[in-house]
């Protein structure tokens, strides 16, 4: 089965640790690198900090590529993707379990996956539909798939987060696919600037070294016109057609 | 202030993360939750668990006094103190 949906990249943000604007992206993305190993944070001090004192750096780096695409634009949908999600606080929790400790509440809600647009929500007055989407290796591709579904269904653009946090030690035997934490916001618009089309595959397509959000991202600022990713059966091909 | 006033503004800071707030900030009178503070339900249960936690005493969430021992840092100390002489 063959699909292909169309639409325009209006804006996009970026952040990962020592990466903040677009010139730190290009020097990135024209020689890309594992980042050290960094506690920093993106700055949110443009939330009130009664509000903002219990985002995690997950959440921060959420509100800080999302925060500027949204401005002036209320009534904007918002399609949040992460693979692996909080991983810091439910591995937290979970050492509580284990040692029968009572769980922090705080903790424990704001661990759902659903929680960034929780907050999101919360902290702009925003009403729209939003989504928190888990896919495993093409969730970037899935979210893309639900943001044109709701441009189609006539909204003026819709918000599209995709962030990874760097999971605790402990997870590593497991997850191979976050060499550093980062966070891409892409502003989706009607529109045909590019083209997004999935074929089936069989057999093996070689892995790319770096998180396909940020390959993505390399495309966009090395002016290139096709970004390739395969996911288990799935190629799909992004095209700029201008 | 006593030590003990002390330490509970100091436990309000630590365990809801108020970044911005030092224990001068917090007067023993003042009310913690919706007005003053303004700290909302979730940090009520976060307060619960620290305070049960740090002094060792039980608190029951369905009580309907545990309310008014919650008002402020003032009735925190008294009820904490009572429940450690109990």
């Not at chain 1, 949110?44 to 401005?71: C, I, K, N």
């Not at chain 1, 909204?155 to 999971?167: D, F, H």
């Not at chain 1, 790319?208 to 390959?215: E, G, K, Y």
């Not at chain 2, 039980?58 to 008014?68: P, V």
């Amino acid at each position: 089965m063959n699909f292909v949906i169309n639409f325009s990249i209006a804006q996009w943000r970026a952040w990962a640790p020592g990466l903040e604007s677009v010139d730190d992206w290009q020097a990135w993305s024209r020689q890309p690198v594992v980042l050290p190993a960094s506690d920093a944070a993106p700055d949110v001090s443009f939330l009130p900090a009664m509000q903002r004192r219990r985002l995690s750096r997950l959440a921060r780096m959420a509100f800080s590529v999302g925060w500027p695409l949204a401005e002036g634009r209320p009534d904007l949908p918002l399609v949040f993707i992460s693979r692996h999600g909080e991983t810091p606080r439910t591995f937290e929790i979970l050492k509580d379990l284990a040692a029968d400790q009572p769980l922090s509440p705080t903790q424990f809600s704001l661990s759902v996956h659903n929680a960034v647009i929780g907050l999101w929500s919360i902290m702009r007055g925003e009403t729209s539909e939003m989504t928190a989407l888990a896919a495993t290796g093409d969730g970037l591709e899935h979210g893309v798939l639900e943001a044109a579904a709701l441009l189609n269904e006539g909204s003026p653009a819709v918000l599209l987060v995709i962030t990874e946090e760097q999971p605790p030690q402990v997870y590593a035997p497991w997850v191979d696919d976050v060499p550093f934490p980062y966070a891409m916001g892409l502003l989706l618009t009607p529109g045909d600037d590019w083209r997004l089309d999935l074929c089936a595959q069989a057999g093996q397509w070689p892995g790319s070294d770096w998180p396909h959000a940020l390959d993505l991202l390399r495309t966009l600022l090395n002016d290139e016109t096709t970004c390739q990713h395969a996911w288990k059966n799935r190629v799909w091909t992004w095209q700029r057609n201008r | 202030m006593s030590d003990l006033h002390r330490d509970i503004k100091q436990l309000i800071i630590d365990a809801l993360g108020l970044e911005d707030i030092g224990i001068d900030d917090i007067g023993d009178d003042q009310t913690l939750f919706g007005e003053g503070l303004g700290l909302d339900s979730v940090d009520a249960l976060e307060l619960g668990l620290a305070i049960q936690k740090k002094y060792g005493i039980k608190i029951d969430a369905d009580a309907k006094d545990t309310r008014n021992h919650f008002s402020n840092v003032a009735s925190l100390a008294a009820f904490v103190s009572a429940k450690q002489e109990a």
